[in-house]
């Protein structure tokens, strides 16, 4: 499914519960932990143990069936509102995953990570150097940084994407979670970065491609319009999501409605 680092701390966790290790030791990252180990227990208690901000982004206009969407999805999503650009909600990680499985007008869901102000690059790399990225990123992972800027200061997206990756890549590497050299890096992972009057917003994509793309269909055909538009017609139309209905009115022809006229001539 999604490349989520995924999911950050979740895919941790499980693989520190699901692997096979000697007693009191575990594995994270290729790394032999104590069971105590201090950065699992920060994983657990700022990632997976707690409630987070995200955002569902969807194409226009299609905010509100998508918060309709959200609020039947799980009883553990609170405060959704819609904004622009898509829906704000406050849920815990398994609301992440139903939402990025079941929301069928979601184009992607990015879950927000933190929030600083800055408005030189001295204060940027000071604060994305100081952003806990341990927690949230793999080994051998080099993010892609996706940055949009606005009424800011620092207005240079490429600048500002090249000096977050390296802030990124020297807070890892304190935690030797960085890429051995020599090797492929991988770049699944995308960090979202808004910058806005200053105020920069890191978000972390937990869902992949595009989710009309999700990949759980054993069959695919070319389609006249995206299956996350197609969705948003049958709820404007209050259609059930079922087999197809051949209850549809059908369209009178010309020549039906035009009696002794060609097809194609006008009818007037």
């Given at each position: 499914m999604s490349p989520f680092s995924f999911m950050i701390g979740v895919r941790n966790y499980q693989e520190i519960k699901e692997h096979s290790s000697p007693p009191g030791v575990i594995f994270i990252r290729g790394i032999a932990l104590t069971r105590d180990a201090p950065l699992i227990k920060r994983i657990k208690r700022h990632v997976t143990g707690r409630t987070r901000d995200f955002f569902v982004a969807t194409a226009p206009g299609l905010e509100p069936l998508c918060l309709e969407e959200l609020k039947g999805l799980s009883a553990t999503v609170s405060?959704?509102?819609?904004?622009?650009?898509?829906v704000e909600f406050k849920g815990r990680m398994q609301t992440c995953y139903l939402?990025?499985?079941?929301?069928r007008t979601a184009s992607r869901v990015l879950m927000r990570i933190g929030t600083f102000k800055a408005s030189n690059f001295r204060q940027h790399e000071s604060?994305?150097?100081?952003?806990?990225?341990?927690?949230?990123?793999?080994?051998?992972?080099?993010?892609?940084v996706k940055v949009s800027t606005r009424h800011s200061r620092l207005y240079h997206g490429t600048a500002i994407e090249e000096r977050s990756k390296d802030c990124i890549e020297k807070r890892l590497s304190r935690y030797g979670l960085q890429p051995p050299e020599g090797s492929v890096k991988s770049c699944n992972q995308q960090v979202y970065i808004r910058v806005k009057e200053d105020r920069f917003t890191l978000s972390l994509d937990s869902?992949?491609?595009?989710?009309?793309?999700r990949g759980i269909k054993k069959t695919?055909?070319?389609a006249p319009i995206r299956e996350t538009i197609a969705a948003a017609v049958h709820a404007w139309c209050r259609i059930t999501p079922g087999p197809a209905s051949n209850d549809f009115p059908r369209r009178q022809?010309?020549?039906?409605s035009s009696p002794g006229k060609g097809p194609g001539r006008y009818s007037g």
């Amino acid at each position: 499914m999604s490349p989520f680092s995924f999911m950050i701390g979740v895919r941790n966790y499980q693989e520190i519960k699901e692997h096979s290790s000697p007693p009191g030791v575990i594995f994270i990252r290729g790394i032999a932990l104590t069971r105590d180990a201090p950065l699992i227990k920060r994983i657990k208690r700022h990632v997976t143990g707690r409630t987070r901000d995200f955002f569902v982004a969807t194409a226009p206009g299609l905010e509100p069936l998508c918060l309709e969407e959200l609020k039947g999805l799980s009883a553990t999503v609170s405060d959704a509102a819609v904004v622009p650009g898509g829906v704000e909600f406050k849920g815990r990680m398994q609301t992440c995953y139903l939402a990025n499985l079941h929301l069928r007008t979601a184009s992607r869901v990015l879950m927000r990570i933190g929030t600083f102000k800055a408005s030189n690059f001295r204060q940027h790399e000071s604060k994305m150097t100081g952003f806990p990225w341990e927690l949230y990123l793999h080994r051998n992972e080099t993010p892609e940084v996706k940055v949009s800027t606005r009424h800011s200061r620092l207005y240079h997206g490429t600048a500002i994407e090249e000096r977050s990756k390296d802030c990124i890549e020297k807070r890892l590497s304190r935690y030797g979670l960085q890429p051995p050299e020599g090797s492929v890096k991988s770049c699944n992972q995308q960090v979202y970065i808004r910058v806005k009057e200053d105020r920069f917003t890191l978000s972390l994509d937990s869902s992949g491609d595009i989710l009309h793309k999700r990949g759980i269909k054993k069959t695919r055909a070319v389609a006249p319009i995206r299956e996350t538009i197609a969705a948003a017609v049958h709820a404007w139309c209050r259609i059930t999501p079922g087999p197809a209905s051949n209850d549809f009115p059908r369209r009178q022809s010309r020549q039906e409605s035009s009696p002794g006229k060609g097809p194609g001539r006008y009818s007037g």
